[in-house]
Structures are given as C-alpha cells and as structure tokens.
C-alpha cells in the first residue's frame, strides 16, 4: 500500500494538480500585492467617469441660477444635436488630426528611410530627433508665440528677408492660424513617427530586400513594394496613437491662439473647455466630455481590433 501510495504521489497527474496548485497560490499572492493599486486606480478611473455620466443627466453650474443638479434626463444630449459650435469644433479637430497625422507620417516615414540608408551620424541625428517630443506642449506653446509674433517674431523677419509682409501676424489671420497649428504639431511629433518607423526599417529582414534587388528592382520600388508592406503593422500603430492624441489637442491651441481668430483654430476639447469653465455649464461641458471621451474609446477600441484581434503586430 505504501508503495502505491508513494507511486501515486509521484504521478505525473499529481506533479500537474501540484503544478496548478502552486501557480493559483502564486496568482493569489500577486494579487493580493496589486490589490492596493488596482483599487487607487479604481477610485481615481472610475469615480470620476460615474460621477461625469451622472451628471450628464442633470442641469447643474456653479453660477447660473436655476441650476442646482436637477434630473433633466437626456435633455444635455439632445442639446448637443442642434448645437452647431460644437459640430463646427469637432469638425476642425477631424480636418486637424487628418492633416496632422498625414503630414506627420509622409514625412516621418521620409526621415527614417533616410536615417536607415545613412551611418555615419545616425546616433546623433536619432537623438537630435528626440527634442520635440520632449519637450511639454506648454513649453512648445510659449515659444512658437514668440516665433509668430507679429511685432517682433523671427518668423515675420524671415518673411520680411525675403520679401513677404505679413501685417496682421499668422497667428492672427484666420486663413494661417489653423495651419500654423497644423506645422507645430507636425514639428513636434513628426520625429516620433521617424523613430518608431526607423526602428521597423532596423527589424525588417535583409532576404527579401536583397531578392528585390536582384530581381532588378530600384531603390523606389524596394520601399515601396517590399518594405513598406513590411511595415504595415508598425504604420498602423504610429497613426492610430498618434490620431487618438490628436484628437485631444487643447495646450497648444489654448496658448497660441485661445481658439481664435474668432473661431478659426477652436477644437474641441477648447470648446468643452469653455462651456465648462469659461460658462460654467458643468452639466453640459461633462456631456461634450463624456461624447468626446467615448471617440477616444473608439480609437482604442480600433487599435485593439487591428492590432491584438487580427494579429497584425505577429505578422
């Protein structure tokens, strides 16, 4: 009986039992050490997320009279439907984002092939890349105000160098303020793009760039029919992070411009910012957060779709 006993607990059915039961002792440990930390997130995530959506369905401000928190249903939401102002914004953060994202990655696709056909210098260049994305929107903010600046900026004297008066400031027309916008952010986060890019290009195997070549295709039909396609699953998460921030833009804006000339450069997110702190209509200003917080769901829920479900990053 002993030796049954002594060659049942040396099974590889029970080694397996044991396997299982130290692995969900180990998983309890875990968890118990990350249960402080899922429940700070919880209370910062979640709370102010339900408390939003809560009063999404009321009619609440700090100052106009009348609203104290009371139930109104989807009335908040029913507002957003006729109200052109936020329609127009959310209509200047797509053409944004689509303009930006574009220009961001044709050119930052353009860098990194040339970053990755050159040596010599590419470690300097790489970190060179790095200051814009470094550098806090806030920072970036204030110093192309003083570039653009219509007395004294250095963008209006480079103009005057070479012949072309721009009285009024780019900042302060309303045909260039938008894509002044437009080429500081490209400036800030193209080299991100170039990185990540860059770092596909690096990865990508030599076999078939070699074949390519000795089937007589030239440098252009290289890139674009062997290696860009390569780089497919790289491009896919470099637009889709970069658009999801993009939608976002609110530093920048508020710093440069304040949304102005009138409304020229106005996104969206400065739109929520003034109906909630500027008119002080909290119960509004969290129902065009919650819309535009349910975009940028969308996104990620995108990402996730493209990325994980569809296994592009394994390909």
């Given at each position: 009986m002993q030796i049954m006993?002594?060659?049942?607990?040396?099974?590889?059915?029970?080694?397996?039992?044991?396997?299982?039961?130290?692995?969900?002792?180990?998983?309890?440990?875990?968890?118990?050490?990350?249960?402080?930390?899922?429940?700070?997130?919880?209370?910062?995530?979640?709370?102010?997320?339900?408390?939003?959506?809560?009063?999404?369905?009321?009619?609440?401000?700090?100052?106009?009279?009348?609203?104290?928190?009371?139930?109104?249903?989807?009335?908040?939401?029913?507002?957003?439907?006729?109200?052109?102002?936020?329609?127009?914004?959310l209509g200047r953060v797509g053409l944004f984002t689509f303009l930006a994202v574009f220009i961001e990655v044709v050119i930052g696709v353009a860098f990194a092939y040339l970053l990755n056909t050159i040596h010599f210098g590419r470690r300097l260049l790489t970190s060179l890349l790095l200051i814009p994305t470094i550098l806090t929107p806030v920072v970036i903010g204030l110093m192309f105000n003083l570039i653009f600046n219509a007395q004294f900026g250095l963008f209006n004297y480079l103009m005057q160098l070479i012949g072309i008066r721009i009285s009024d400031g780019i900042l302060n027309n309303p045909s260039t303020a938008f894509a002044a916008l437009v080429a500081i952010d490209v400036w800030e986060w193209m080299p991100f793009i170039a990185l990540i890019m860059l770092a596909g290009m690096q990865a990508i195997p030599e076999q078939p760039l070699e074949a390519a070549q000795i089937d007589g295709a030239n440098a252009w039909q290289t890139f674009w029919m062997v290696m860009l396609p390569m780089l497919r699953p790289v491009l896919i998460v470099a637009v889709l992070f970069r658009a999801a921030e993009a939608i976002r833009e609110f530093d920048k804006v508020y710093i440069l411009t304040g949304g102005g000339p009138g409304t020229a450069t106005e996104l969206a997110d400065l739109y929520l910012y003034r109906v909630s702190f500027s008119n002080w209509d909290l119960s509004y200003g969290a129902t065009l957060g919650m819309i535009m917080f349910s975009l940028a769901m969308a996104a990620a829920i995108l990402y996730f779709y493209i990325t994980v479900k569809r296994g592009e990053i394994q390909r």
């Open positions: 006993s002594s060659a049942s607990r040396g099974s590889p059915a029970s080694n397996s039992w044991r396997a299982q039961f130290y692995l969900s002792r180990n998983t309890k440990i875990a968890i118990v050490f990350l249960l402080p930390s899922i429940v700070i997130l919880a209370a910062i995530i979640i709370f102010p997320i339900g408390y939003s959506l809560t009063l999404t369905f009321q009619s609440y401000s700090l100052v106009i009279p009348g609203k104290t928190g009371q139930w109104i249903g989807f009335e908040n939401y029913q507002k957003i439907i006729s109200d052109e102002a936020f329609w127009a914004a």
